[in-house]
């Protein structure tokens, strides 16, 4: 049984000072094979909303983008949900594996 770490931190927005975006659980720890769900929440409406992922030493890479609500996403066991009310994002990682070790980060854009 193989055990990794999967750490959430630094959202970040564009377009407005005053909004937050807030993802949980900030870090988890999981066993090899196991479903994991992250969630970004945004205190108003969102445009658009964008999944990163950081692995140790390296720089962001993009993952996907979601404009409009209920909008569904997937690319290699990571499916994504942008809300009808476009102020919530769950990012969902079926059968964990190593290789989806690192920091995930959600982004936002609205006005």
């Known amino acids: 049984m ?21 993802q949980s659980p900030q870090s988890l720890i999981i066993q090899e094979g196991k479903n994991l769900t992250i969630n970004c929440t945004s205190s108003k409406t969102l445009y658009s909303l964008h999944w990163y992922k950081q692995k140790y030493g390296e720089g962001l890479i993009f993952l996907m983008m ?26 969902h990682i079926t059968a964990s594996q190593p290789s989806h070790a690192g920091i995930y980060l959600c982004g936002g854009d609205a006005q």
Do not use: P
């Not at 193989?2 to 807030?22: M, N």
């Not at 209920?70 to 290699?76: D, L, V």
């Open 2 to 22: 193989r055990v990794f770490c999967i750490f959430f931190t630094l959202s970040f927005l564009t377009g407005v000072s005053s909004q937050e975006l807030e």
């Open 66 to 91: 979601l404009q409009k609500g209920g909008e569904e996403k997937s690319h290699e066991k990571i499916t994504a949900k942008l809300d009808e009310k476009k102020q919530q994002s769950f990012l």
